[in-house]
């Protein structure tokens, strides 16, 4: 249709027939035989198959550039927000999630997943703000403490082991968070600084003091003084 959706067709007004035409297809019909019949079911239904197929791949043919670029947004934001509700809903079992979360950031190479974002500035944003959210959600109500030698040597048991990966794995994430929030802040420190990367410094900025006002207890809040320090002497 014009709308790019795929639709069923309107069946066709029978013509009306006459006795003849009647029995002429009464006759066709009982000509088939049962190995004909299920072939044309079969290719019937091969190609309503492949006609939905191809409606669920993203339409961008004859579109603008406007409209390309809206679409693309639009997907992005369906993307990072299953990806957001799969890890706050298990965090435990989401250390992946948290990973393809940061690597979903346009430009950012990955080794496990393909998905490749539309590189705009508002997916940016989408993704930043998105992290904020989640570590926020997930993070816990304690710092995280390095083990000593000894510790990390003396046998536990399985459930203190699970929680302890989940816990390392967690500060690893939160870690790389910050240092990329720090290195998009960082743009604001340059003379001349617009368009995108202002708009993205000033984001980064706000995802910074949020942490440092909601997570002061959680690690990393000395690292998250020292990025925003210069800024407010600036």
Not at 18 to 33: K, V, Y
Not at 139 to 155: D, H
């Amino acid at each position: 249709g014009a709308d790019g959706k795929w639709r069923v067709p309107e069946a066709p007004q029978p013509a009306e027939e006459d006795e003849d035409e009647e029995e002429e297809n009464d006759e066709l019909e009982e000509e088939m035989d049962d190995e004909a019949a299920e072939a044309a079911v079969a290719e019937a239904e091969r190609q309503i198959k492949r006609s939905r197929q191809v409606d669920r791949r993203p339409q961008t043919q004859g579109l603008s550039a406007w409209q390309q670029k809206q679409q693309g947004i639009r997907e992005a934001q369906v993307i990072i927000g299953k990806t957001c509700a799969a890890i706050v809903e298990n965090p435990e079992e989401s250390g992946h999630r948290i990973l393809r979360l940061h690597e979903l950031y346009p430009g950012e190479e990955s080794d496990g997943d393909s998905t490749q974002l539309l590189d705009c500035t508002m997916v940016k944003k989408m993704i930043l703000l998105s992290q904020l959210a989640v570590f926020k959600d997930i993070a816990p109500g304690y710092k995280v403490r390095q083990l000593s030698e000894e510790e990390a040597g003396a046998k536990v048991s399985a459930e203190v082991e699970v929680q302890r990966e989940y816990e390392f794995m967690l500060l690893a994430q939160y870690q790389k968070y910050l240092q990329r929030l720090h290195t998009v802040a960082a743009a604001l420190n340059k003379a001349q600084v617009g368009g995108g990367a202002l708009a993205l410094g000033l984001v980064a900025v706000q995802c910074l003091a949020e942490l440092l006002t909601t997570l002061s207890h959680f690690n990393y809040a000395s690292n998250i003084v020292s990025t925003l320090i210069p800024m407010i002497d600036a």
